[in-house]
């Protein structure tokens, strides 16, 4: 669910509209980016939900082609748009109260302008560290007229088991595989 750290990683690092002597640093927008996730329910429909609270940063070197990313997700963030249920996925689920991050850190990872975008790296959900993979078709970068700096964004994918990371609550009539969409933009700094 906290992959959502990885689109983040995933849309700028697809950025390189530019050839740079030294990596550049950004960081992401959180009034523009989003870690939403999708689980089945009961085998009859999908339960949605989303993280509110998301920061991180990106490096690229677009002369070498590669970057490193650093994505944190507050898990208290959770937002079904039920209460009760965020109550219960904070409690239960993610144990936000003893796990109140989670993170997803990709180092010397490599990428090619215009290009599909995968970044993979370590995603630590409840105090649990595995390998993911966030994917992206594409990477858009523009100069933001108001801010007069470059604005990098990207909508990323990945899916996971959330029993790999101890959420075993609900199995088999809540499903195993969480998908991960993400909505991210990243603002280059001075």
């Known amino acids: 669910m906290r992959k959502a750290f990885l689109v983040g990683g995933c849309l700028l690092s697809g950025h390189a509209t530019t050839a740079q002597a030294q990596p550049e640093t950004y960081l992401l927008d959180p009034a523009h980016t989003r870690v939403h996730w999708e689980v089945m329910h ?113 909508d990323l994918s990945a899916t996971l088991r959330r029993s790999d990371f101890g959420m075993t609550d609900g199995l088999p009539f809540i499903g195993d595989t969480v998908r991960l969409v993400i909505q991210v933009e990243a603002i280059r700094q001075p």
Request: aromatic share 8%.
């Open 42 to 154: 009961f085998g009859t429909s999908t339960s949605r939900g989303r993280f509110d609270d998301t920061s991180g940063s990106l490096e690229l070197d677009a002369a070498a082609g590669t970057g490193e990313v650093s994505i944190t997700v507050r898990t208290a963030s959770v937002n079904t748009g039920v209460p009760p249920l965020d109550g219960v996925l904070r409690r239960s689920y993610l144990a936000s109260e003893d796990h109140p991050v989670a993170y997803f850190v990709a180092r010397n990872w490599r990428w090619q302008r215009d290009a599909p975008l995968e970044v993979r790296g370590e995603f630590t959900l409840r105090g649990v560290s595995l390998p993911l993979s966030l994917r992206a078709p594409a990477l858009r970068c523009y100069p933001h007229p108001q801010l007069q700096r470059e604005v990098c964004g990207a």
